[in-house]
């Protein structure tokens, strides 16, 4: 089995990047012939969509960057980790990126009816995210976005971890209960 684990944090060793961490720690411990595949998504050299809408024709994008090797990692993971803090009620601008890229997936699937080979496996896809403010709809906007991004690329989403009044860096070490969370999440989804 593949993870594809996408780390979204633009701060490296920052609270989601914590907490991914703890999760893939819990996917071995139940399946650990699982490969993990690591993309620090800050480390990405990704230009955003300039709507061209080439994809809509051919089912790629016509922007050569780092996004060519992405595409090919998300269509062949069986199970894809979005991690990510939250800015301003949502991703940070270089996962939101990466979704906005995903248009050329989405038109493959949705426009052009190309099927990925992975497409007739069911696929699982998870989120974990931390903010730091106690607004009662931090999560709901992103949890939408990622939803809309896990079915673009033909992965279930599953479920969801979140904190929230979780803000400076390490923060989410003295929560009573979030890393054994992430880890018991993690197994979890490595046993269904």
């Known amino acids: 089995m593949l993870l594809l684990a996408l780390y979204g944090s633009p701060r490296q060793g920052g609270n989601t990047d914590i907490l991914l961490d703890e999760f893939l720690k819990g996917i071995l411990s139940a399946a650990p012939n699982t490969q993990i595949q690591k993309i620090f998504i800050r480390d990405l050299k990704i230009t955003p969509c300039q709507e061209y809408n080439t994809c809509l024709k051919t089912g790629n994008c016509v922007i050569q960057d780092e996004m060519n090797t992405l595409y090919e990692q998300l269509l062949k993971a069986d199970m894809v980790v979005l991690a990510a803090p939250i800015f301003f009620y ?43 403010t106690k607004g009662e709809n931090l999560f709901t906007g992103t949890i939408l976005t990622v939803k809309y991004f896990f079915k673009a690329i033909n992965v279930d989403y599953s479920s969801e971890l979140v904190y929230n009044k979780i803000d400076t860096k390490g923060a989410i070490r003295k929560h009573p209960t979030a890393l054994k969370d992430a880890f018991e999440a993690g197994k979890k989804l490595a046993s269904n």
């Open 90 to 132: 949502n991703v940070p601008a270089q996962v939101k990126i990466i979704i906005d890229r995903c248009q050329a997936l989405w038109a493959r699937k949705y426009i052009l009816k190309i099927s990925n080979p992975k497409s007739q496996i069911p696929r699982k896809g998870f989120f974990i995210s931390a903010g730091g």
